[in-house]
């Protein structure tokens, strides 16, 4: 059964990095859009990241453009932005598609591990992938649901063995 140990992605950057180098971490994956009504989640995700990084919690955001083209810069404009106007300073990738036959295949495996309203689809930016330290999906989380609303099942996966 594949875990996110098997996948690559692309930094903001433009370096290759193995997703195993975040082995052993409870890990968030959420595909973001700096233009975007929820951008401002942002705040609460470096927040989640700052409150509980020492403990082993990693967000990694990965810029998506599907959703009404709301991340149109490039990946370094969409890095700088999320630094500067949110502090932003957990790891962020190129760039990627979540859905569709071009999706990237960390996505594409997410779909298939959890399902949301659309069946497997991602329905719209800031949707939220926890993962346990094991690097298997745990939850899926709504667009809509707050970063702070997922502190209890962030928690959980820090504390879980």
Not at 72 to 82: I, K, M, N, R, V
Not at 107 to 112: D, I, S, T, V
């Amino acid at each position: 059964m594949p875990t996110l140990s098997d996948f690559t992605a692309r930094t903001a950057t433009g370096e290759d990095r193995p997703l195993s180098d975040y082995a052993g971490h409870v890990v968030l994956v959420v595909n973001t859009a700096s233009q975007c009504g929820l951008t401002p989640q942002f705040e609460g995700l470096q927040e989640l990241y700052r409150d509980y990084r020492d403990r082993g919690l990693v967000v990694l955001g990965f810029p998506c453009n599907q959703f009404a083209h709301q991340e149109p810069g490039t990946d370094a404009e969409a890095s700088e932005f999320c630094q500067l106007n949110y502090g932003v300073d957990f790891p962020m990738f190129a760039k990627v598609e979540v859905n569709g036959s071009g999706a990237h295949p960390l996505f594409a495996w997410l779909r298939q591990e959890t399902s949301g309203l659309l069946g497997g689809a991602v329905k719209w930016n800031f949707t939220k992938f926890l993962l346990g330290r094991d690097g298997t999906v745990l939850e899926r989380f709504a667009p809509t649901t707050a970063p702070a609303k997922m502190r209890g099942a962030i928690e959980t996966a820090l504390t879980a063995q």
